[in-house]
């Protein structure tokens, strides 16, 4: 499919004669990175790789393998996501404090959410929000697979964290819905879909977003703006208005002019042109809301507490499964026991009453029959005490099954809980009963096309 006309005519005026490599650049191929998690010390893919310059852990592979057929994509080892929404990390590295708490509004499907997680570590607390209904799933499995525990996944609008939590942020990144400009390489519908008219209603709702969320942002805090869209009034422009209408200065970013990302007009952010750098297109820009004297956020403590208190010795058994349970809160609700970080207990029992919270840290148990029994998320934590399980090791095809959870077929296994493995990363769980082994694997997220 053809460029947009208008599209055409709109660059030429934006990028001159260098327009025409623009063009060019989005015939050719997309190139394929993927971010590496921890849980992982070598790289395993069999093609040539490259580093992506701005991200450590960033490589671009010479070729898309079939992520699916890879057991250890299922569990959360590393995350494919385009290399330019990776220089988030420069961001974060320049202007952020791992012991923040930061908000990322526009979050699914959790490219840069599990980039933030990571970052932050076991200082920080991450509220990963997506208002999409369908889409905040997908957040919460990526979020669990990357096994961090740092992170809350919540389902609400800009204008309710707006209303609900002021000043609570120290960061927040609005990685806005836009024309995806960006995106006419990878995905050609976007060429349909783009007109005139919607970059101006994309421009619009992203200036009603931000408004809607900058009470939510601590003065002095930071606001990190990103698209993935080329043009001007969805990227300098709107952030000359939050600049002018919110209050806040445009914060640079150091960068190595080997890596050719392109200064936005007036100096205003930071485009990544695909005819420049090995990326699909990336807009973004750091500011700091103006400094004013303000009332810090309140926690207020429930009446009613959420936390009914857990049988003790479900509380001890459930911490044995932990390399570290000093860090962790658990909360029992209903037979579900979750664990987030214990230092961010009271503010995180305080949101909960009042935002929608899909996934709270990582689920650690649930009550069945008269005991407990790990949730699958606590196979994906890297807080879980691998020994605290007899652990199977699986061939690849074996763990392929697993992952379709078909049933299960192995030999010589202790009775009870078994922690599946493959190449030495969980994979999640399974029950010997005797005569066979239940498959645990939770099944909306089991592998349904090969
Ligand atoms: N940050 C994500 C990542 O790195 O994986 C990609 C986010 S995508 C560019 C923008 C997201 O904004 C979509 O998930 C979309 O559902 C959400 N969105 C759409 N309209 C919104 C609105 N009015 N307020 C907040 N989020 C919205």
Sequence with gaps: ??????????????????????????????PVSIRLNDKLDVLTFDSDIDEVPWHIDGYYLASRPQFT???????????????????????????????????????????KSTLISQFLGDQGLLLANEVDRQRVFILSENI???????????????????????????????DAPCSGEGMFRKEPQAREQWSNRLVQSCAETQRQILMSVWDALKPGGVLIYSTCTFNQHENEYN????????????????????????????????HFYPHHTRSEGFYICCLRKHEEPFTPFRIKTPKHPLAPAAKPEYLTQAQSWLQHPDRWAIRFTERFATAYPI???????????????????????EER??????????????????????????????????LRTEALNLSDVPLGILLLTYE???????????NRQNNLYPNEWRIRHL
């Design 369 to 402: 029959g008269k005991g407990i029994a790990p949730q699958h998320s606590l196979s994906m934590a890297k807080d879980i005490k691998l020994d605290a399980f007899p652990n199977v090791a699986l061939t690849r095809e074996q763990a392929l099954a697993y």
């Design 69 to 111: 057929l890879d057991p250890l994509f299922h569990a959360g080892c590393y995350y494919v996501q385009e290399a330019g929404s990776m220089f988030v990390q420069q961001a974060l590295d320049q202007y952020v404090k791992p012991q923040s708490i930061v908000l990322d509004l526009c979050a699914a499907p959790g490219g």
């Design 1 to 30: 499919m053809m460029l947009p006309l208008d599209f055409i005519d709109h660059m030429r005026q934006q990028l001159g004669s260098e327009a025409d490599d623009l063009f060019r650049s989005l015939n050719t191929e997309s």
């Design 424 to 434: 030495g990363v969980p994979l999640g769980f399974a029950k010997n009963v005797g």
């Design 239 to 270: 952030v000359q208005w939050i600049c002018d209408c919110l209050g806040a200065d445009i914060l640079p970013l150091q960068q190595d002019p080997s890596w050719n990302i392109a200064e936005g007009t007036d100096g205003v952010g930071y």
């Design 343 to 365: 230092q961010y207990r009271e503010l995180v029992d305080y949101l909960s009453t009042f935002l929608t919270c899909v996934s709270t840290g990582f689920g650690l148990a």
């Design 144 to 174: 669990q697979k990357w096994g961090n525990g740092n992170t809350i996944v919540t389902h609400n609008s800009a204008e309710e964290y707006g209303r609900k939590c002021p000043n609570l942020f120290d960061v927040i990144l609005v």
